[in-house]
């Protein structure tokens, strides 16, 4: 088994439960707290999760919506099945394996 990580960004429902429902909302807070984003940043950051996010951004909006990061990022961990491939040498492999033949190559005649 091989765990696999992902996370959900929950911005989005973190501003609709403080009735902030424009991604404007979140620009004069920011600036507030030193933090200068585009309109354009700032729809990003809430409507798709960041692949990379400053600290100073992620506790200025922490500041702002009154939760902690582990309310903002939710840990995902799904346990995949390892698929065998088949190539792996071990004993049981060899002892199954099937018995190589030869082989004839039957050439047409030339004329």
Known sequence: MIKKMGFR?????RMAEREMFQTSDL???????GIHLSREQVYRLVTQPPQRLS???LAALCDVLGCTPN???????VHTQVRK???ADSASSKDDAPV???TTIRRPPTA
Request: aromatic share 4%; charged share 30%.
């Open 55 to 57: 600290m100073d951004t």
């Open 100 to 102: 190589p033949r030869r």
């Open 27 to 33: 620009l004069s807070p920011l600036a507030e707290r």
């Open 71 to 77: 309310d903002l990022i939710e840990i995902d961990a």
């Open 85 to 87: 491939t088949g190539t």
């Open 9 to 13: 960004w929950t911005l989005r429902a």
